[in-house]
């Protein structure tokens, strides 16, 4: 196993290795640039961080718990799972943690309006919350299909004040509502902070999202040594632009123990309809960076497909392109049957309804657990509560029937 | 001397400004693209910028979100870019810039891409989303300066970042005139006339004026000082509203004229 | 105002003053006497404290945070208001911290088998979560017309394994269900713990429910000494069943600190549609205790009507009744426009999107804090989350279009 | 001696068991209910029990819930109750138990309850949801001992628990043949009779059995060794299928008389 040192990627220009950059339209590199200066400044104060960290205590309900899932661990006969419960932070996911850094951020720099992506609803009702609390304006751009698929993160966005953008290009998703993000930043730059969703886009985004999403792993790192006395031997988490995994792996880099980065293998790798970028995508540029994508012969970006609408993305961050390459963290892509196995296993077993995102960790977790002993320990990011999939679930459930 | 640096010294002589014009390769089919593109250059087009489509254009308004849209149900790609090019070629010497997301080109292979641009006889190229912090990687295979690296100049550059920016331009310098995406619309001339006036005292570049212009008062308004202007979506607009037309190559040749027109200052 | 010295209610027999009692049928007296004496001898003893504990901090998420609402203070200039972060809490509201306790309860006492009654569906939900954790049967009932409002919550409890047992009897909602759930239990009574979701019932649930939840006030109290170094000037909670209230209230009983219950005003006391018992009801015998109750001249008891389903019940703990002929508790109402006027006021100034319930104790909190110089400390109990109440508001917004 | 009291000695003499009726006072309405009790009284009923209705039976099955929620709606209530105890007592002498949950009784006022129960001639009260512990309040105020005070022993309460019971009650005491609420069925008649047994061991008082009796077979199982029967649901049952019979009092009375035949050991 490769071990890796921190602290050397990104380098000065936010390339993680071959991957990551800045690819953007000229309009936006001077916001970037600007944005760079103010985080590397600002993000490092001492007057910044303890009001970051004030509110991912006070607001968020930081430390979120590091929960032994001992029925689960049971039901495999195997390895102990413990659960990272980012279910558990205000608004339902990690993303609450990312959105509050940018947010403050924003202000800091004088900018009072915000907009964001997204597909799931997560990372917008996460960014409205963000900007709700702080006072700020909020625009969230949303692809017709997802906004049809997840009303009620529309209705909680609206509720919380925010304006809900229809984007109605390509097939109306994620890809498309980045798209559409990008655009009106392009147009807005002057006075809109863009609150990316993942550690994905172009640098300082990859950096910075996962240094608001870090204190998911030092959290656990400091918990599973005060429960158990051990570190784990293994971190498993999901990859959608890879924020939640890259919040849990980046504090145990240098620690000598497996990762595993969980993508969505959709109806399969064979059937094309999926969204496993490192497993099955190639090199190539998307939405600011350099990384691996989902893409045909010619550089046209293909859509993803995941049942998970927060997985449901053709590109990756580009740190975790390097972290593939360097062999330090080991990518496989779990399928919909299997999310939705593991999804309704966490329910009867734990009580816990995770996120359809976080069911594809618990799935290969609980792969993981069945060929260990109960010595080993296996630390799960479950990245978000399920309660915005039950639609999902239930015509899931009417398919079956029907069948 | 490159076809790009002679046309802006004979339009120089001829006290005119260059239009530039953009259309989307193989728009709305590649025969049709073709005499499209013939007849706007018959009509007196002085640059000819041709874009690749790309699945997530997310530089360009919705005309032009479309018009790629529709090439890429086509089939249009870099190849078949290259291959209009080389058929334009036969008929024509105005320069030829290919207008392309990074991706396309990545994908289609750094020097292939290089080569084959040279082959199929291409003046410049401009990427929308490869700023100069990261084309070192396209242009280092760049054995020769035969292809011009079309730089983009936005209304939020700063002036010292426009002077580092022109240093490793060639051809000319696409200022863009507003914030926003291709096609959006409200021009500030003023402000734009300010800009240009910098761009000069820091380049010896020509510098054309594109995005939001579509009438021939933008035209002449813009010509006035600029070097050249950039017309995109205008045409791209007249294209779709005019899918099911037989004269599509006629109409937009209408359109290139009178905008042609606009652009002879000495007619100020 | 008075004080009040805690420990000496309720009486051996499960008496607070006049209130409380056990008013059931033979057949259950004997498992409520078993239940007490389980619970006065189990529930004091260190493994099961121990155990129940690691659940509210490894499993719940708590301490839950005490948040300080600045932008709500500002907004209506007046008090400080904190803001106990109960929606945080797993499963969305205090009600976890109760069902975890008589789960594990039941357990020791050799009961495999759990029911409950719901309204909104939060304490079945909860129920349901305690029983997946910890491996036992469980069924819960719940009125047609809750079951129809309240769908996602009906989703969840089956996906958590619980059979929903829907109750057609009256009005279809909570007394129907508290109503079945007592004739359920009447008849498999030898085998099952019938889990109480608020201090209502027989002795000795109004006793231990309020000792499962006050964790709550016994952490609020701890942390607004760590923020503020003072107590605060005023406790403020709603009041349904009255567990949310007691939970927060009784760790600051000694303390010479204000306290009020809110009631749920419905559409107004004069129309008589409301549920607000204390303020508007007489003394009266419900669901195994002697309290106030909403009842006509024969003793029938009343259906109660609230937009929120958590308050709408006829009967309150008997806890409350004594508190507030002491003259400790000062009980109000509040009404359902000016609990969706708080319900919004919440969303957009804090980004906290609050159950209906909750929303009714931030709606009197703000008239509290307006009256109030900004040095005073208004302690809210925000006892859940309102993704449940999405759809009511929908609707209440659709109505208000259509005037 | 009370009318209770003497029912039995009575029956007891004849080689009879006590057949105890249940309905809902009121049911379907006030003048028909008067006469379905004096067709049962007439077929040989031998001691009455009348409900009250409640909005929340809770320890009642479907059939008593329907049959209360149909006279609420007529507006019955305990002054009603007593109206109809008054009239029936013209016209019989049959031991009249008022059988309530304890909310109405406690909204009515306990001395009121108690002084016009006795007004009322009603010899027995049964209190289904108010057990030893909390009667004291409402007995507090019996100055005379006129009033039997009927108490439940279920199948799950102790034998300690059942003396204790069975020192405060008087009348009779009614044994719940079943955890469960009223009519549901099933009725294991081995388990009856040794819970029997215990109580005859730890009382003098007359012991009747309840819940889930229905037919003649039940009635004459239970009979062979308890000192009576208490028939509920089946009867509220018979009311409910045939509300809209006229001839509903010779129904009931059928009922009775076949269960009545039953009750006479002797016959065994
Ligand atoms: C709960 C949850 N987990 C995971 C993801 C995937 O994003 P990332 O890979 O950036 O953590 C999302 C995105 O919406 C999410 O909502
Ligand atoms: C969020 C929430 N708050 C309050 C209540 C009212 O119950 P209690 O008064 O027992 O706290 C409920 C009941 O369902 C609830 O769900």
Redesign the interface.
Known sequence: MNTFTIGSYPDS?GHFGPYG???????????ILELEEAYNQIGNEQAFQSEFQKLLRHYVGRPTPLFHAKRLGNHVKGASIFLKREDLAHSGAHKINNTLGQALLARHMGKQKLIAETGAGQHGVATATAAALLGMECRIFMGLEDIRRQAANVQRMKLLGAEVMPVD??SGTL?DAM?EA??FW?????DTFYVIGSVAGPHPYPLMVRNFQKIIGIEARRQILELTGNLPNMLIACVGGGSNAMGLFYPFMEDSIEMVGVEAAGKGIETGKHAATLTAGS??????S?SY?L?D??????EAHSISAGLDYPGVGPEHALLKDLGRVHYVAVDDNQAIEAFHKLCKLEGIIPALESAHAVAQAMIEARRRPATDIIVVNLSGRGDKDLNIILSEENKGKKE | MNRIDSTFKTLKKKKEKALVGFVTAGDPNIEESLRIIEAMIDAGLDILELGVP?????????VI?RSSART?KQGV??AVVFEMTRKLRKKTDIPIIVFS????????GISAFYNDALASEVDGMLV????P??SMEMTSCWSTNELSLI????????TE?MAR?AQSASGFLYF?S????TG?DGLDSKEIDDKIKTLHSITQLPVCVGFGISTAADVKSIASFADGVVVGSAFERLIEINLDQPNLPTILAEKVHRLKCSTKTTSV
Chains 1, 3 share one sequence.
């Open positions: 220009k950059g800045r690819y953007v339209a000229e309009t936006l590199m001077p916001a290009s390509g890809k798209n990008m655009r392009v147009g807005a730059v002057r090199l190539g540029v998307l939405h600011g350099k994508v893409q012969a010619n550089g046209q970006i293909l | 790309f699945s997530d254009p997310t530089a360009d308004g919705p979100q890429l790609n870099i997301y990074y991706n396309p080109i990545f994908s289609y929308v989303d490869l700023p912090e990261e730089r983009l100049i936005a209304p939020t550059t700063p970042r920016i863009v507003k914030t926003g995406v959006s």
